[in-house]
């Protein structure tokens, strides 16, 4: 969600049952610290992405778009823990994602960022014990790749965003340079539409060669659907949309990455979208489909 829709986003995912809330210690603290976020590195779109609950000190997440070359915008993702001090996640090649996606490196965040994949909070300090003063030797072989959580923390946090970060369809446009902006013509969906799965679409590059045709064209205008709906995610269910009570607002929720919720009030601008949970995917749910 937008930080300038911070506590409205709040609000409106709290008040529907959806188990995504702050207190007001953390409420007043991240308003502070994403604005000075904001201002220090001059952002002009900043977003609370979310939390990471763990075992120790849980990962607050924002999410920052900067326009490039290239038709989508780039995201650049900040974390902070309980000081609320936020640093920008560190990249994540291919060699370092197989190994964070290994068994080993499954299970719950403990809150340390500086961990190694696979030892426990103090187990570092055991084994610089064991190893000694052997370092700097010449002709001593080169160390093994240290992976600490803070690197599966920023895999992570793409994995999600990848899979998730859902919109209302016709929110975005595209220029006549084929970049994307926001729509500022959209006035949101009806409710009739928004609670079908194919008013809403993935804000990420497009995979699929239709999509990617119609951005490329020239009369991008009359090819405004330029981004992959949700209805054909794998496993299919793996969505789900529900209403509140007075019809004001409603909320999508992905079931395969539990936590993750959207929200649009039909008829208006507004949207949004976080998440809150462990960081784990739900694997089994294409059993629990069946």
């Not at 780039?74 to 609320?84: A, C, E, I, Q, R």
Request: net charge negative; glycine share 10%; proline share 6%.
């Amino acid at each position: 969600m937008e930080l300038a829709e911070f506590e409205y986003g709040l609000d409106q995912l709290a008040s529907h049952g959806v188990g995504i809330v702050l207190n007001v210690h953390e409420k007043a603290c991240l308003k502070v610290a994403l604005v000075k976020l904001q201002q220090q590195q001059n952002l002009r779109q900043l977003y609370f992405w979310g939390k990471i609950l763990t075992a120790g000190n849980d990962y607050y997440i924002a999410a920052a778009l900067q326009e490039g070359l290239a038709a989508f915008p780039t995201k650049k993702f900040y974390w902070s823990g309980p000081s609320f001090d936020f640093a920008e996640l560190p990249g994540v090649d291919g060699e370092v994602s197989k190994l964070i996606d290994s068994a080993e490196a499954r299970g719950p965040f403990f809150g340390t960022p500086d961990r190694l994949l696979g030892k426990k909070p103090g187990d570092e300090e055991e084994e610089v014990a064991a190893e000694g003063g052997g370092e700097g030797e010449e002709g001593a072989p080169p160390p093994p790749m240290k992976v600490r959580e803070v690197h599966r923390l920023s895999h992570v946090v793409r994995q999600i965003d990848n899979a998730t970060a859902v919109v209302p369809k016709g929110s975005h446009a595209v220029l006549d340079s084929h970049k994307i902006i926001g729509n500022f013509a959209f006035k949101g969906l009806s409710f009739k539409d928004a609670m079908e799965l194919e008013s809403w679409v993935h804000f990420r590059p497009p995979h699929d060669v239709a999509k990617l045709r119609a951005l490329s064209r020239d009369d991008v205008q009359f090819h405004s659907d330029f981004l992959e709906g949700v209805e054909d995610d794998l496993p299919i269910g793996s969505w789900t949309l529900r209403a509140d009570p007075s019809c004001e607002t409603v909320t999508i929720r992905s079931l395969l990455w539990p936590g993750y919720v959207a929200y649009h009030k039909p008829c208006t601008r507004f949207f949004g979208g976080c998440y809150f949970g462990t960081g784990e995917q739900l694997v089994d749910l294409p059993f629990l489909l069946c």
